[in-house]
Nanobody, 122 residues
Framework: QVQLVESGGGLVQAGGSLRLSCAAS????????RAWFRQAPGKEREFVSA????????YYADSVKGRFTISRDNAKNTVYLQMNNLSPEDTAVYYC???????????????WGQGTQVTVSS
């Protein structure tokens, strides 16, 4: 059974940092692109960041560029999202995803985690 499990969410003050992890099991994801999306209350799910299968190419939403860094460790089947200088606008449930092509569209991804809550207080 394929599973993506996120961890690392929590409550942090504005300006603080968190590191999210997404561990995959059930199959090897080294050939898959990995991504993070987020969904705030009352809003649609939005793209945050993605990384190519090799890890050499990364993509970011404008709203997080310069503050968030995505990386992956294929040996551990894990992708990370380092989030710095967080603001209350970053408060959302963060989901990791895996798919065969890099895309900003959630529909391009085949596998999803259950989500982890990130709350940033002002």
């Amino acid at each position: 059974q394929v599973q993506l499990v996120e961890s690392g969410g929590g409550l942090v003050q504005a300006g603080g940092s968190l590191r999210l992890s997404c561990a995959a099991s059930g199959r090897a994801f080294s050939a898959y692109c990995r991504a993070w999306f987020r969904q705030a209350p009352g809003k649609e799910r939005e793209f945050v960041s993605a990384v190519s299968s090799s890890g050499r190419s990364t993509y970011y939403a404008d709203s997080v560029k310069g503050r968030f860094t995505i990386s992956r460790d294929n040996a551990k089947n894990t992708v990370y999202l380092q989030m710095n200088n967080l603001s209350p606008e970053d408060t959302a449930v963060y989901y990791c995803a895996a798919g065969l092509a890099n895309s900003y569209a959630s529909g391009a991804y085949d596998y999803w985690g259950q989500g982890t809550q990130v709350t940033v207080s002002s």
